[in-house]
């Protein structure tokens, strides 16, 4: 019994574990931008249309298949929101994270399997979810084996107690549910991306690319976004420069001059979760400003609430999901944080 969003770990942070089979050239900026003056730290991402997830045999099947998608122009925050921006959030506001409240056992308890017994009290403290490699190879089947509960992790303790984000102003936030990263997103005057939006933005003008900067992972033989190198996950050779988080900003933008929309920490969505969504929406020929499903459904968590995760981490790797694809997503239920999700904000024309 390791601890209350540890009984949530296979929901929180699953991917299957299954194998699957330049830096972005630079465009002017893009047109049709709102005569007003840019929001400070973001971009327009002019109206458009594109093919969102991947016809791609080398993904797994919640990405598939592609089907077209027309957007409105909008607003994006060119970076994941910083321990800087979110420790201004919480000055302004004195917002406590879910991270740092004692886990409600009557909210954990609608996530889970019938009949789940209630953990011991003195495990129902706040904490989230924390990188514990282990020091041997482990199936990765079972993410346990990487991920641990500690008390006392929060967004000013991302490892834990004994760990703080001194020197780390400009890193991305991260231990932030998605009920922290809206209610920053309500006081910036912002709002969470949709998932298409997010995907669309990711993939800089570009159509169809495996990649936010094209189909080469490593053009030049250089890294274009903060993963994992080495033996996942017990053996990281962080030939990238980046062993964990890293700063925004320390890779090259993509084509719509937008940071880390691939790699270092995933972003929550808007969006509800459903596994066959882009199944779904492909039957309905091009989509209007999609919104994600009414409902969430994954049915390896039937009991599971869960929201749209994307961009992937520094977690990731070819061996294990390579979810730093821009078709690539993830469910997470809205209370769970961990050491590698953060967020970044969109806002509308007016
Ligand atoms: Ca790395
Ligand atoms: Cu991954």
Not at 230 to 236: D, N, V
Request: charge should be neutral; proline fraction near 11%; glycine fraction near 10%.
């Amino acid at each position: 019994m390791i601890g209350v969003r540890a009984l949530l770990l296979p929901t929180a942070l699953a991917a299957s574990a299954v194998a699957i089979a330049p830096a972005g050239a630079k465009k002017a900026p893009p047109s049709g931008a709102p005569s007003a003056s840019a929001p400070q730290g973001m971009r327009w991402i002019p109206a458009g249309e594109f093919s969102m997830g991947t016809d791609s045999p080398n993904s797994l099947p919640n990405e598939r298949p592609a089907h077209r998608v027309r957007l409105q122009g909008f607003w994006i925050d060119e970076t994941p929101v910083t321990n800087a921006q979110f420790t201004r959030f919480v000055e302004a506001t004195g917002y406590k994270t879910t991270a740092e409240r004692k886990p409600v056992w009557e909210e954990l308890k609608k996530q889970l399997p019938p009949g789940t017994p209630k953990p011991d009290p003195e495990k129902l403290v706040p904490g989230s979810l924390v990188y514990s490699p282990p020091d041997h190879p482990v199936p990765l089947d079972d993410l346990s084996n990487w991920w641990r509960w500690v008390p006392g992790a929060n967004w000013r303790h991302p490892e834990g107690p004994g760990t703080d984000i001194r020197g780390q102003d400009h890193y991305p936030v991260v231990q932030v549910s998605w009920d922290d990263a809206r209610e920053y997103a309500r006081w910036a005057g912002k709002r969470l991306p949709t998932e298409a939006e997010w995907e669309y933005a990711a993939r800089g003008g570009l159509e169809g690319k495996r990649f936010v900067w094209g189909d080469e992972f490593r053009p030049g033989g250089k890294y274009e976004a903060n993963t994992f190198q080495g033996h996942f996950p017990e053996r990281s050779v962080p030939e990238d420069g980046y062993e964990r988080r890293s700063p925004v900003k320390a890779f090259p933008a993509n084509g719509y001059g937008l940071f880390d929309m691939a790699g270092n920490v995933w972003q929550w969505t808007a969006d509800w979760y459903r596994v066959d969504y882009f199944a779904d929406l492909a039957h309905k020929g091009t989509c209007e400003a999609p919104a994600g499903p009414a409902s969430s459904f994954d049915p390896n968590e039937p009991n599971a609430s869960k929201r749209v995760v994307k961009g992937g981490s520094f977690l990731c790797n070819v061996s294990y999901c390579e979810s730093y694809r821009p078709s690539a997503r993830r469910g997470t239920p809205p209370d769970t944080g961990s050491e590698h999700t953060g967020f970044r904000c969109v806002k509308d024309r007016k």
